[in-house]
C-alpha cells in the first residue's frame, strides 16, 4: 500500500525540480489525453498543457512543497496526488525587472503564494506513470 505514497513523492519532487529549471521538459510527462486546468484556464494535449507553462509570465520559480498527499484512484494502478504548497516568484525579488500589468500584486514583504496542486497519474505500460490531470490553483487570503 506503500507504493503509491513513495511514486507520489518522486514524481513531486522530479516535477518541480524540473518546472524550476526548465518547464518545457515537463512534455514527457504529459500524454494527448492529459488536461491541465491552470487557474480555471483548461488546457488538453502536451503540446498545449507545455505552451501554457512556458508562457506563464514569469522566469524563475522555486516550489516548497508543504503537504503531500496520494491516494490509489483506481484498480488499474492510478494514483491521486495533493500537494499544498508555496511558490516564490525569483524575478518579483529584481528591481531590475519592469513590474507588469499581468502579474498578482505581493506585498513587498511577502514574496511567496501559496497554491495547490492535484494530479491524477496513470500507469503509462511500460512500467511508469503520466500525467491524466493537472490542476493549480493559487490560494488567496
Known amino acids: 500500500m506503500g507504493d503509491f505514497v513513495q511514486v507520489a513523492q518522486q514524481f513531486t519532487q522530479f516535477y518541480y525540480t524540473t518546472f524550476d529549471q526548465n518547464r518545457s521538459n515537463l512534455a514527457a510527462l504529459y500524454r494527448d489525453q492529459s488536461m491541465l486546468t491552470f487557474e480555471s484556464d483548461r488546457v488538453q494535449g502536451t503540446s498545449g498543457i507545455v ?17 503531500l498527499d496520494a491516494q490509489p484512484s483506481s484498480e488499474q494502478g492510478g494514483i491521486i496526488v495533493m500537494s499544498i504548497a508555496e511558490c516564490n516568484r525569483e524575478d518579483l525579488q529584481d528591481p531590475t525587472r519592469p513590474a507588469r500589468a499581468d502579474n498578482l500584486q505581493v506585498d513587498e514583504e511577502e514574496r511567496t ?12 505500460g511500460a512500467g511508469s506513470y503520466f500525467v491524466f490531470n493537472d490542476m493549480f490553483k493559487l490560494i488567496y487570503g
Open 51 to 67: 505552451e501554457k507553462l512556458v508562457s506563464l509570465p514569469f522566469q524563475k520559480i522555486k516550489h516548497q512543497v508543504a503537504t
Open 113 to 124: 503564494m501559496n497554491y495547490t496542486q492535484v494530479f491524477q497519474l496513470l500507469p503509462d
